[in-house]
């Protein structure tokens, strides 16, 4: 088979290559841009620890190829942050409510809530649980993670965790 041309913008700068066609965007992230937030866990879309941001919209990368991802925008934990290292948001709340304990899920789990919050600014636990039903954590019980995006959320909307939690 002969390596196809890609063209994507991954966290704001535009990338070039050439890849064979069945090479998953989880290992061209991993492997040819040296982005290796998305972790590889399953290869099945079950565990979510590959989770970016495609094109405004929550995706496994392990399930869609290069190819599949081409003139696309793609979001990943380490476009989170700002250009000077400031955390964004829900990378500061998890931090801040202790909702990691091996970190492995956390990008995942990090870039799924940001699809959510961006869909639903004010969700609630049960929208929360809901949303981020395809990625498992094996560590947390996830109860500091949903306060992680609820924290997250209020900031995002220029409240504290403490008066929406009122």
């Known amino acids: 088979m002969a390596?196809?041309?890609v063209t994507l913008t991954v966290n704001g700068k535009t990338v070039?290559?050439?890849?064979e066609p069945r090479l998953l965007l989880v290992h061209f992230l991993r492997e040819h841009l040296s982005l290796?937030?998305?972790h590889i866990g399953c290869d099945t879309t079950h565990c979510g620890a590959c989770t970016i941001d495609l094109d405004g919209k929550s995706v496994k990368s392990c399930t869609v190829f290069a190819v599949q991802a081409n003139a696309a925008e793609v979001l990943t934990?380490?476009?989170m942050a700002a250009p000077d290292g400031t955390l964004h948001a829900l990378q500061h709340a998890f931090r801040e409510m202790?909702?990691?304990?091996?970190?492995?899920?956390?990008?995942?789990m990090i870039m799924r809530a940001y699809r959510l919050l961006k869909e639903t600014d004010d969700p609630t636990e049960?929208?929360?649980r809901f949303g981020?039903?395809?990625n498992l954590c094996r560590c947390?019980?996830?109860?500091?993670i949903v306060k992680a995006i609820l924290h997250a959320a209020a900031t995002l909307r220029g409240t504290t965790y403490q008066e929406a939690a009122e």
């Open 132 to 134: 981020i039903s395809g």
């Open 126 to 128: 049960e929208e929360i």
């Open 36 to 38: 290796t937030g998305a």
């Open 16 to 19: 070039e290559a050439k890849v």
């Open 77 to 79: 934990i380490e476009g």
């Open 98 to 108: 202790h909702a990691l304990q091996c970190g492995f899920c956390t990008p995942g």
């Open 140 to 144: 947390t019980g996830y109860q500091n």
């Open 3 to 5: 390596d196809v041309q």
